[in-house]
C-alpha cells in the first residue's frame, strides 16, 4: 500500500522563479491538503483539494495557487519566489467521508536564493 | 493568545520513565485531535488520534483529552532513545478541514 509521495525532494530556486511541488495521496485517499513548515515551527496550512476543487484556504497570498487531477494527485505552484518562501512543503491526504486523519508525505525541501 | 501551544522544550527524560508532553488549545468549538511525531529533517507522522474526552491507548502511547480544560496531552510509557523527535500537537476545529498546529516539544531520551 504505497503512502503519500512528493516531488521533488530537495529544489533551490532563485526570487522571482516560479516552482511546482507535487503530491500523490494514499491509496484510497480523495483529498489533499498543503502546509508550508518553516525551521523550528509547526506546519502551517496553504490550502485543502477534493474533487477538483479549493475547498478551504489559510492565510496565504494569491501567489500560492494549486491543482487537484482526476487521479486526486495534486499540485501546488508558487510565482514570483521570495526568501521567505524557503522551507518544507508538505503534502497530507486523508479520505474525507471518513475520519480527519491527514496522512503526510515526505515534504520537498525549498531553497530560495 | 496562540490558537495551539505547546513547552517548546527539549523535554529530557531517562529511558524507561514515562514522558508526559502536554498542549492547550483556544477554539471551545475544536473537535479532533492530532499527536505527530517528527524527526529531525523528516515529516511528520501521525501517532495518535483523540475525538472524545478520557483516554485512548495505543501500544506504549496514551492520549488524554480534557475539552473542559482545553488541553490534550500524550503519554509515552517506558520510553525508548528511539522516541527522542519533536512531538507537534494538531487541532482540528469544527467546520474546519485544516489542522492548526503547535510549535512542537522537543523530547529526548537520554539512555
Known amino acids: 500500500d504505497a503512502g503519500v509521495t512528493q516531488s521533488p525532494t530537495h529544489l533551490i530556486k532563485t526570487r522571482g522563479q516560479q516552482v511546482t511541488l507535487r503530491c500523490s495521496p494514499k491509496?484510497?485517499?480523495?483529498?489533499v491538503s498543503w502546509y508550508q513548515q518553516a525551521l523550528g515551527q509547526g506546519p502551517q496550512f496553504i490550502f485543502q483539494y477534493y474533487e477538483e476543487e479549493e475547498r478551504q484556504r489559510g492565510n496565504f497570498p494569491d501567489r500560492f495557487s494549486g491543482h487537484q487531477f482526476p487521479n486526486y494527485s495534486s499540485e501546488l505552484n508558487v510565482n514570483a519566489l521570495l526568501l521567505g518562501d524557503s522551507a518544507l512543503y508538505l503534502c497530507?491526504?486523508?479520505?474525507?467521508?471518513?475520519?480527519?486523519?491527514?496522512?503526510f508525505g515526505p515534504g520537498t525541501r525549498l531553497t530560495v536564493t | 493568545q496562540k490558537e495551539v501551544e505547546q513547552n517548546s522544550g527539549p523535554l529530557s527524560v531517562p529511558e524507561g520513565a514515562i514522558a508526559s508532553l502536554n498542549c492547550t488549545y483556544s477554539?471551545?468549538?475544536?473537535?479532533?485531535f492530532f499527536w505527530y511525531r517528527q524527526y529531525s529533517g523528516k515529516s511528520p507522522e501521525l501517532i495518535m488520534s483523540?475525538?472524545?474526552?478520557g483516554d485512548k491507548e495505543d501500544g506504549r502511547f496514551t492520549a488524554q483529552l480534557n475539552k473542559a480544560s482545553q488541553y490534550v496531552s500524550l503519554l509515552i510509557r517506558d520510553s525508548q532513545p528511539s522516541d527522542s523527535a519533536t512531538y507537534l500537537c494538531?487541532?482540528?476545529?469544527?467546520?474546519?478541514?485544516?489542522?492548526?498546529f503547535g510549535t512542537g516539544t522537543r523530547l529526548t531520551i537520554i539512555p
Open positions: 494538531a487541532v482540528r476545529n469544527f467546520g474546519n478541514e485544516k489542522l492548526t
Open positions: 477554539d471551545r468549538g475544536s473537535q479532533s
Open positions: 483523540i475525538y472524545s474526552n
Open positions: 491509496s484510497g485517499h480523495d483529498t
Open positions: 497530507a491526504s486523508s479520505f474525507r467521508l471518513s475520519s480527519y486523519e491527514q496522512y
